[in-house]
Nanobody
Framework: EVQLVESGGGLVQAGGSLRLSCRASGFNVGDYAIGWFRQVPGKAREGISY????????YYADSVKGRFTISSDNAVNTVYLQMNSLKPEDTARYFCAVVRYLDTSNIATMEGAYWGRGTQVTVSS
């Protein structure tokens, strides 16, 4: 069964850091494009980062560029999102998914499949 499970969220002060993990089963993350997304209640889900090991592609939404870093560890079939310099506006539920659509000029519109349940990130002032 194809599954993605997110973890690593929590409460952090502004300026702090978190590392989110996306563990995959049923497929190898190194063979597919994986994206991180986030959603605030009442607002649309937005793509924030993308990686595809087959061509070493990485992309970031403008909102997180320079602060977040996506990476993969194929040995444990996991994609990570290192989040530094967190801001209150980063507060959201974070999801990973297999990417089905990518506009490299507008990462926020990225679409995915095989969604996990997400992990909540809350950044306090």
């Amino acid at each position: 069964e194809v599954q993605l499970v997110e973890s690593g969220g929590g409460l952090v002060q502004a300026g702090g850091s978190l590392r989110l993990s996306c563990r995959a089963s049923g497929f190898n993350v190194g063979d597919y494009a994986i994206g991180w997304f986030r959603q605030v209640p009442g607002k649309a889900r937005e793509g924030i980062s993308y990686t595809k090991n087959t061509d070493s592609s990485t992309y970031y939404a403008d909102s997180v560029k320079g602060r977040f870093t996506i990476s993969s560890d194929n040995a444990v079939n996991t994609v990570y999102l290192q989040m530094n310099s967190l801001k209150p506006e980063d507060t959201a539920r974070y999801f990973c998914a297999v990417v089905r659509y990518l506009d490299t000029s507008n990462i926020a519109t990225m679409e995915g499949a095989y969604w996990g349940r997400g992990t909540q990130v809350t950044v306090s002032s």
